[in-house]
């Protein structure tokens, strides 16, 4: 994980991985039909990754995936809300989507890799 700028994997526990990326590695997270549970999105954003969303269906992912808990039942409707502004970049992930959105995702690592080499730049500079 730690050496590609740019990860596209299904759902899963591989993405625990995530932990491991360098600062503006994007992780597009696939994710099946009727199962939309992004819970790996904020471990990439805390190792200083940009989580994407994948969903190739029609409508909307948090709309058509039934909200369950860990007991098995249904959530309440907060716990559904708070689900829902969770992440806000989603790509259709067809394979054509995904590719006519590749030049955007890129865009924006290297932008987010200037940002952070400036910082860095700037932290060792203060630091001499």
């Not at 400036?118 to 060792?124: F, K, N, Q, V």
Request: charged residues 25%.
């Amino acid at each position: 994980m730690h050496n590609h700028d740019i990860i596209v994997s299904p759902h899963g526990a591989q993405l625990t991985n995530g932990v491991f990326v360098r600062p503006c590695t994007a992780v597009l997270e696939l994710f099946a039909r009727r199962y939309y549970y992004p819970k790996k999105g904020p471990l990439i954003m805390e190792a200083g990754g940009i989580a994407y969303d994948g969903y190739h269906f029609d409508g909307s992912p948090v709309s058509e995936t039934p909200a369950f808990t860990k007991a098995g039942g249904l959530e309440g409707k907060r716990a559904a809300d708070k689900r829902k502004k969770l992440r806000t970049v989603s790509i259709r992930t067809s394979p054509g989507s995904i590719l006519w959105a590749l030049p955007e995702i890129l865009h924006e690592v290297i932008s987010c890799r200037k940002k952070w080499m400036l910082r860095e730049s700037a932290a060792t500079g203060a630091i001499e």
